[in-house]
């Protein structure tokens, strides 16, 4: 079945879905593979359930219900069907990609935007090949803007999730060794993010592009770029200024503040500021949308626990984030630090030494304790008495006591899959 005869399905369905356990009923069923599972599988019981049809890709269930859809590949029909659905709609799409800070960024963006207009964003992390074509479904005739973020861990990724979702403008948050396995190395990093810089340039879109970034700026050839930073040539620019632990970004003789901590965070501000000057919105409005930001859980928070005060930054984790994470830790706190750090996945070969230069990057400084977490850091050669070592998250709640800290100032950085932010049940 073609796209447009399927979206002819769609229009009449109450949506798509893709997991039987969530269903809703005359939603339309894509039987999507994966390595664990088989969602062929599952095409009858979701006609079961209440779906009105099942898009299936094995011809040999075909006979078994007549609202069973053969499709050569399920996936690719479904991509194909988001972005038919995307071109029927007015709506501008805003793509954010980059190695650290992408839902940061789309958040902060949302925020700002809401305030003038209907906007909506990626869910969560639905921001891969799956998550990006269900996020475009969300687009309706009411919606003004959508903020889409696309992640990558491969060349080609990005800029197949651009193909999909058409952004009319984009952003690269930074380039980072993050996902060095799959980009095979930081130059595969560089090609695969610039990906979003490559398409928009082909298609006429506006790049907002970061000009105090030397990277950013070598690897953008569109000459439509909106650019901000503290560099004085730039579109937009702003002072960088930190006072009573709020980021502040003066632009001329306003200033937009921002409660949100770590200096990293700067360039994510900026970037969402700058969107929304170039969108029309007022300064006051933008500072409204700082104003009632929230950022998704594990990121960036900063919690009060007891006598304690944690940084929590479990979210995810790779080399340039977590030595970013520790720079900013050392410049806000003087005395009192805990360090509780968890291994970086998805670096390939690089993996031990990226761990080890961490390790080295710590040894000498002023930590009350430092926690290393994970298989990985584990394996790492350490010199510091005040450095210790797990292999996981229950081998160290049980060597120690977290309790019988008081006092401490402790920043939490780790891979998702390690689950740091478990700690705070101990």
């Known amino acids: 079945m073609d796209t447009k005869k399927l979206y002819s399905l769609f229009t009449s369905s109450s949506g798509v879905s893709i997991d ?7 939603q ?17 019981e979701a006609l079961d359930k209440g779906a009105c049809y099942s898009i299936i890709d094995d011809k040999s269930i075909l006979d078994k219900n007549p609202n069973l859809i053969y499709v050569e590949d399920s996936l690719i029909a479904l991509q194909k069907l988001s972005s038919y659905h995307r071109s029927q709609y007015d709506t501008k799409i805003i793509g954010v990609t980059g190695s650290n800070g992408k839902t940061t960024t789309k958040n902060l963006i949302y925020s700002i935007l809401s305030q003038k207009y209907n906007v909506i964003k990626t869910k969560g992390n639905l921001n891969n090949h799956i998550g990006v074509p269900i996020s475009l479904f969300d687009i309706n005739k ?6 889409i973020e696309m992640g990558a861990n491969h060349i080609g990724e990005i800029e197949s ?6 952004p009319d403008i984009g952003l690269i948050t930074n380039y980072g060794k993050a996902h060095l396995e799959g980009f095979g190395g930081f130059e595969g990093v560089i090609k695969g993010k610039t990906e979003m810089f490559d398409y928009l340039t082909q298609n006429y879109g506006h790049i907002i592009l970061n000009n105090d970034d030397k990277l950013q700026i ?13 560099n004085q040539d730039s579109e937009y620019t702003f002072n960088y200024i930190k006072r009573d632990n709020q980021l502040i970004l003066k632009s001329e003789d306003y200033e937009f503040r921002s409660s949100i901590y770590g200096d990293y965070n700067f360039s994510n501000i900026a970037s969402s500021v700058s969107i929304g000057k170039f969108l029309d919105l007022t300064n006051d409005e933008i500072q409204k949308g700082l104003d009632i930001f929230k950022n998704d859980s594990n990121r960036s928070e900063i919690i009060q626990f007891g006598s304690n005060k944690i940084y929590l930054d479990a979210y995810n984790a790779n080399p340039t984030s977590i030595k970013a994470a520790i720079s ?9 630090k805990v360090l509780v750090l968890g291994d970086m996945f998805e670096l390939g070969e690089h993996s031990e030494k990226e761990h080890q230069d961490v390790v080295d990057l710590i040894d000498n400084k002023n930590y009350k304790k430092v926690y290393l977490i994970g298989n990985i850091f584990f394996n790492c050669e350490i010199k510091e008495a005040h450095i210790e ?3 996981s998250l229950d081998e160290m709640s049980k060597a120690i006591k977290l309790n019988d800290l008081h006092s401490m100032n402790i920043l939490i950085k780790g891979s998702r899959g390690i689950g740091l932010e478990k700690l705070l049940n101990y």
Do not use: P, Q
Request: hydrophobic fraction near 45%.
């Open 20 to 26: 039987t356990r969530n269903l809703i009923s005359d």
């Open 161 to 166: 999730l651009c193909e999909i979702a058409m």
């Open 218 to 230: 070598e690897n953008c050839k569109g000459d439509l770029a909106v650019t901000f930073g503290e």
């Open 328 to 336: 900013n830790f050392d410049k806000e706190v003087i005395s009192n």
């Open 142 to 147: 009411d919606v003004d803007i959508a903020i």
């Open 389 to 391: 070592k797990f292999k």
């Open 28 to 44: 339309i069923f894509f039987s999507l593979k994966g390595e664990n599972f088989n969602g062929n599988h599952f095409a009858l």
